[in-house]
């Protein structure tokens, strides 16, 4: 979610950090996440060998040391592989004195996240200046930890007459904003601060969480996002696969200032829903596309509705304020409730 912003190649604005402060006046904003969830991960390779000239803690483990370069300058970190987990050691000022960083939350792949504050020099300004980066760490890549920029630069710039609002995004964690090639600028061009929101809508196959069998991507005024969706409800007899009593068929999507016919298709109208297609192999219907292409008919027939052993067509609209940076997993239960689960998307 962002306010209605351009972003432009920084080709176009290009400022060193010391020129930058002179011309935009620009402030720390702290958390990313107010901007933007997109992140340019980057990799560091951890080492057994030891880096010089560090004061290092007790381990309880096996340490692994590795270095982010920031602006230039290395900052060095460990992370202690024991029996009770994993711990890890930053050095965020180049003291060269290892602090512990706890583990701000595990993610739903089972990685580890922390946010760490590095203090980062930066030539023009007198004291270091505080940039924030996420640190994520899996079991899964032992050896690796992967790092995102988690702050940015916002303030304002004047061009001709006009002032506008504009935020700097270091899109590679290299501790500057001044890569042409990499670097973000978001510039609000209209001046009306309107807020709105990018969602990308996933569906995953049933039996694989990780194939995509859909991907759209929306852009929709306000925050507060509706999902309108189809339940169709089965009875015993209909009961394909031991369990599953109820599936859905999303229609579209809208938010608040729009009106539901004003919304966004998801599903293709008429079309058999590919998440469901094995399991209606199953179903004892000859004309399936004909099934499909005539389901609001059907949720009117309780003839036919008996005939199939749906007991229950009916639409259902879920909304939420959507945040900045979370992923919201829609799960239906065997009595047709479609409701969220929500983790972070790191």
Request: proline content about 5%.
């Amino acid at each position: 979610m962002s306010r209605k912003l351009l972003a432009i190649a920084f080709s176009v604005l290009c400022f060193s950090v010391g020129t930058l402060a002179y011309e935009a006046n620009p402030r720390y904003v702290d958390s990313i996440l107010d901007l933007t969830g997109a992140c340019r991960p980057q990799g560091v390779k951890l080492s057994a060998i030891s880096t010089p000239g560090l004061s290092e803690p007790d381990y309880q483990g096996t340490p692994a040391y590795g270095a982010i370069p920031l602006n230039g300058d290395a900052f060095h970190l460990v992370l202690d592989r024991g029996a009770e987990g994993s711990v890890l050691y930053v050095d965020t000022d180049r003291s060269g004195v290892l602090r512990k960083v706890d583990w701000e939350r595990q993610l739903w792949d089972g990685s580890f996240l922390a946010s760490v504050p590095f203090s980062v020099s930066y030539d023009g300004l007198q004291t270091p200046s505080i940039y924030r980066v996420f640190l994520i760490w899996s079991p899964l890549t032992p050896t690796v930890l992967t790092y995102c920029r988690a702050s940015y630069l916002s303030g304002e710039i004047q061009l001709g007459d006009v002032t506008y609002l504009i935020a700097l995004i270091d899109d590679n964690t290299d501790g500057r904003y001044d890569d042409l090639d990499r670097d973000i600028m978001f510039i609000d061009t209209d001046q009306d601060g309107e807020l709105f929101t990018t969602i990308r809508f996933v569906e995953t196959a049933r039996n694989n969480k990780l194939k995509k069998i859909l991907e759209k991507e929306y852009t929709i005024a306000g925050d507060i996002i509706h999902f309108d969706a189809l339940i169709v409800k089965f009875g015993n007899k209909m009961v394909m696969d031991g369990k599953t009593r109820a599936l859905y068929l999303w229609r579209r999507v809208y938010g608040e200032k729009m009106t539901p016919a004003e919304g966004f298709s998801i599903e293709e109208p008429g079309a058999e829903p590919q998440r469901y297609k094995d399991m209606l192999e199953a179903l004892p219907i000859e004309q399936k596309k004909l099934f499909w292409s005539e389901i609001w008919e059907l949720a009117n027939d309780t003839e036919k509705l008996a005939e199939y052993d749906i007991s229950a067509i009916y639409g259902n609209a879920v909304y939420w304020k959507l945040r900045e940076g979370l992923i919201y997993i829609f799960k239906i239960n065997s009595t047709g409730q479609v409701y969220p689960e929500i983790v972070p998307d790191i």
